[in-house]
């Protein structure tokens, strides 16, 4: 009887292995028999100590989702301490002040602190997934290992200092008045990203402490712009129909990018400036085939000049067409549409071009988006 009891028995246990050996080929023995819930699951896990890792964990009703939402979570560190230094972020103030545009401007490390993180959490990993069989929910376990992000970390960090340190020496030393704003520029932009990576390794830091920087970005930025209101208020000039429009808005654009400038009655008063930014705008009225509305395109060129070289070293060219029952309400919906573009569009292209040398090629003339002969036919 123990024998025959002894036998199927054993037919049992070697049905159960063998059925388990099957199912292992397919997904695991575990779909079967199940598997315990980890103790990652409700926060508390002895195998990634908090000295460490970081750790993040998220569940949803598969799998992919429920990684992407761990991922999440480790970012959610990162950004709560960006947020706890949201004062150091840039923002513009400006304020009219007997008809003048004053801009006062702040850092911000809103668009860099995306791209330092995310070049950190490219250390996250998932190290483990669960299902809950019960509740149909899937879970899984993100892990930095802080030692590793840090030492990528260091890394980045030394390779930015030396970076800023050559170009903040270019700038004192540069006699071109160009040269040394740029290079000046780009200092501050470097400043700004290495203060992003080092908020980074605070928090992967279980110490919480970063590494002190040689050159502060309110510093350089500060230097920079005492430069400019000093050494490189740029005259600008704009002609042609709503000139006098155009003209106080590209002003007001490139004051709120932080570039000192003054508009001119003419190109000849460009005072000791080396550069000019002079500019030409036309509206006109076309005909698109529409028996309902009228069209009015306009159209502008602007350029930035080197007086002393005669060279271009940037140029924009923008231009559009607004439609309305009325020729006259058209004109008044264009004109509005081009003062937004001139004042943000233009102005940022323009800064851009004379900030930083990589922004665009350098450029031998005007660009053509103002037609030569007035046009009335065509869209």
Known sequence: MMNRRGSILGQGMMFGLCLCGVVSMIGGCTWILGKDKPTWVDGRTSDYPPAQYLTGVGQADNRSSAEDQAYAAVARIFKAEVASHAKDRESYSIVENQGLVNTERRLTIDSVTNVSTEKVLENVRILDNWYDSDKKMHHALAVMNRSQAEASLMDKLGELDRTITAEVAEARQASDKLVKVRALFKAGQHTVLREAYNRDLRVIRHSGQGILPAYRPNEVFRELEQFLATNLVLPVHVTGEQGELAQHALVEGLLREGLPVRPQAGEADTGSTELLVRGTVRLFPIQVGDPHFKYVRWCSDFEVLNIVTRQVIGAVARGGKEGHVTEREAMAKTL??????????????????????????????????CPREESTVGP
Request: glycine content about 6%; aromatic content about 2%; charged content about 20%.
């Open 336 to 369: 509005r549409v081009m003062q937004q573009e001139v004042s943000f569009e233009v102005a940022k292209a323009i800064a851009a071009q004379i900030l930083d040398d990589d922004a665009v090629p350098v450029m031998t003339g005007m660009p053509v988006g």
